[in-house]
């Protein structure tokens, strides 16, 4: 069993600061019965108010843990009283098991937390403590921008094998072979989830160009066509490689597409929170009180004191943009504005509700209409985003 605990703390607005467990992952060599039978466990445990959970933004549920295969993340806030319901409950876990612990494969991750805290919590869980940057299911995880760096490790491993393919009697098409079956493959899962730089896009293509012409890449040879020919489809004359740099661009839209596809997932909503501001059209779709609608900060993020205001205008179904405002005649046509008080859901909260109005008219009323629509249009017919139909849109 391999924990890393990260920690990490966050500025609170009365000035004091709330130090949290950003993730706990543990790589546990265990049957997937027993793994979710830990991820109940828990779930009772913070039901049990034991253990408090973490969220990423309002709107956002307390997550405790998360779950993939035989892997878990923990989070929680990062006190000392969070600590030791942890470790009692990993206790608990393993003593029901009869399993022991391999202490040297502990380890902690924090961020700007006090070291006094650091060490009094990694004494309470019995983990040494670890540094960032580290490697997490194959894609690195650090507190700044990735560094090109981790992007160059991912060359070193087509060069290795390239480096045991370099027999002279290997035909150039058995080296077509390779680069199909085993190089152009090794940096899709990455590209799944990252969008891959320009930089590492280019040079992969220019290793896959010359262990194709030279057979190695300590020496250069000339090119027989270019690069963009040899990787057209066999049909208009190429020998069927694909170029990394439009496989990178079809991989990243590839991504977009299951970030909109997959709205109610937790990614695309820790996403949505922290990176998305919302174009609002009609407003039908944008959320009035959670949603950055005119690329301010959601309101209630920047005015949580309106918590009492939102909460009844909301249940009484006042929840998107549209519903505050209305269309009236300028004289040069029909534009939008915003809605009296007097013309909301009767309530009392007085002071709130000029309060409201006056930040409403501080900011401009969207005047369009109409909802935003995502559709993938391709020769097949299919609404769903393919990444074969993508790369020969592409081509085209």
Known sequence: MVFHLQLTDAPASKGFRCCKIIACTSSVKLEGSLAEGLGRFLKYRVSQGQISGWRWGHGLPHISHLQFVDDTVLMGLARLGEAVSFRGALDT?????GQKVNDHKFSIFFFNTPHAIQRRVADILDFQIGSLPVVYLGIPITVCRQPRTSWWILLDKPRQKIQHWTHPWLSTAARLTLLKSVIQTLPIYRCFIQAAPMYFLQEFDALSRQFLWSGNLSTSKWSLLKWETVCRPKAE???????????????????FWRWYSYQDQLWARILNHKYLNNICHGGSQALFWL???DGHPPIISTFPHLQHLCDPLTAAGWNNVGHYKEAFNCGLGVTFRWKQSSQWPPGDLDDDRAELSR??????????????????ESSDSSEKFVVSTGYGELLR
């Open 93 to 97: 876990y393993l003593a029901a098991l």
């Open 237 to 255: 004359g190429g020998l069927g490689l694909r170029l990394t740099i439009l496989n990178g661009k079809v991989l990243a839209a590839n991504l």
């Open 291 to 293: 949603d950055s609608w």
């Open 359 to 376: 930040i409403l008219g501080s900011r401009q009323c969207p005047t369009l209409t109409g909802n935003d629509i995502l559709a993938w």
